[in-house]
């Protein structure tokens, strides 16, 4: 059974007396399934996801990363799977699971889950509500870092932006410095500095002589 919480789903999940291993806890491979089946109840059971026949043609399990915490033993009580969204990709979503019964958490997990493509199999594209319908489930903590992300795109952007446009006005200015003479104004250089320097010259050299 699914809960309700702002920005996690939540999947209450009793253990089995089968799951016990001869050890006298929850086998680990056993707790791997608890992941799974909070996700299948996320995409494929939750109301919003059935209502908008989201994931039609479910999806693939690309990765599990999974640190076991505390040993888990069979008891009355359920366990709570918690999941929520930590990016989402162009056709994956990176989810985090958490395994728990108050007040401790005995595994937690990180799983890439990819749409798929019924005719191929393959991964696909996420549609713009299976996003939506995503993005909800990201924690508050990690919406800030995404809007912290974007902050610094939009200012990297604008200050190369500033950057192009002063490099732009400098180069203009040293073209224009640099740009060639007409040639009237090489002809009256000529004729102008050229000669009096010419005609100076001459003078110097009588004075010497005389």
């Known amino acids: 059974m699914s809960a309700l919480h702002t920005g996690v789903h939540v999947l209450s999940c009793p253990t089995r007396w089968s799951d016990v291993d001869e050890n006298g806890h929850i086998n680990n ?6 992941i799974q089946e909070g996700i299948y109840d996320l995409f494929c059971h939750h109301a919003t996801a059935v209502r908008e026949s989201l994931f039609p043609s479910g999806f693939i399990i690309a990765r599990h990363e ?27 979503a990176h989810v985090e699971v958490n395994v728990c019964r108050e007040p401790l958490t005995f595994m937690r997990a990180r799983t890439v889950v990819v749409a798929r493509d019924r005719e191929s199999g393959r991964s696909r594209k996420l549609s713009p509500n299976e996003r939506r319908f995503l993005s909800a489930f990201m924690s508050d903590r990690v ?6 992300r974007v902050a610094e795109r939009v ?15 400098c180069g203009d200015s040293v073209v224009a410095v640099a740009q060639p003479m007409a040639p009237a104004q090489r002809t009256a250089a000529r004729s102008g500095a050229g000669v009096g320097s010419s005609r100076g010259s001459r003078r110097r050299v009588r004075a010497s002589a005389g």
Not at 29 to 34: D, E, K, M, N, T
Not at 74 to 87: A, D, F
Request: net charge neutral.
């Open 155 to 169: 200012a990297d952007r604008v200050t190369a932006t500033a950057e192009r446009v002063s490099d732009r006005a």
């Open 143 to 148: 919406a800030d870092r995404l809007a912290e």
């Open 29 to 34: 491979a056993r707790l791997v399934g608890y």
């Open 66 to 92: 999974i640190d076991y915490l505390e040993q888990l033993h069979h008891r009355p009580e359920p366990l709570s799977v918690r999941l929520t969204v930590e990016r989402i990709g162009r056709s994956s």
